[in-house]
């Protein structure tokens, strides 16, 4: 009986870190708004690629490709098949759209779901802007996590046809 709770243990501990990174890259996504272009370089690095859009506006792309991660696989008795525990996506490209050197949104696309919560493989290309806040970052606080989900990304503030944000 010991060694079964254990397994489940082991198995339920793996499910677990990809909501938790999965978090963490959406709270990015949130903290991130309002930063500056010099700020998002010390704490994220220089971007992988930067596409102009404008004469005030631009995206930076950020790719992470950590390499397979193929999990744990746990094979049912009785020949009914098998489950696997712990296995994610295989990268992620962080968009992030600089308008007047401000950071004005955020967007991750790729193979980047993990078993539990979408986008966790994204989690490690910002990871640095949320251990160590630089100062032009939302401050996070309780409440911010209350806004941040491991299954969806947080809403877009809305961008004018230019790429700024748009004001009311």
Same mark, same amino acid.
């Given at each position: 009986?010991m ?8 198995? *339920?501990? =793996?499910?677990?870190?990809?909501? $938790? #990174? +999965?978090?963490?890259?959406?709270? @990015? ?5 309002g ?42 008795? *009785?020949? =009914?098949?098998?489950?696997?525990? $712990? #296995? +994610?996506?295989?990268?992620?490209? @962080? ?19 993990m ?7 994204c ?12 100062a ?13 989900s ?19």
């Open positions: 009986m060694r079964k709770t254990s397994v489940l243990a082991s198995a *339920l501990l =793996l499910t677990a870190c990809g909501y $938790g #990174a +999965s978090r963490d890259a959406h709270l @990015a996504q949130i903290s991130m708004i930063m500056s272009s010099a700020d998002l370089l010390a704490c994220a690095g220089p971007a992988a690629k930067s596409t102009r859009i404008n004469s005030v506006a631009h995206v930076d792309s950020y790719i992470y490709n950590p390499g397979s991660n193929n999990g744990l696989t746990v094979t049912l008795p *009785l020949d =009914l098949g098998g489950v696997n525990l $712990g #296995a +994610s996506g295989t990268g992620c490209i @962080a968009s992030v759209r600089i308008v007047r050197n401000t950071v004005t949104e955020i967007h991750y696309t790729g193979s980047n779901d078993t539990i919560g979408d986008e966790g493989v989690d490690p290309i910002f990871r640095g802007c949320l251990r160590q806040p630089e032009t970052m939302q401050p996070v606080n309780g409440s911010d996590y209350d806004k941040s491991g299954f969806h990304s947080p809403a877009v503030p809305p961008q004018t046809s230019e790429g700024e944000t748009w004001q009311p």
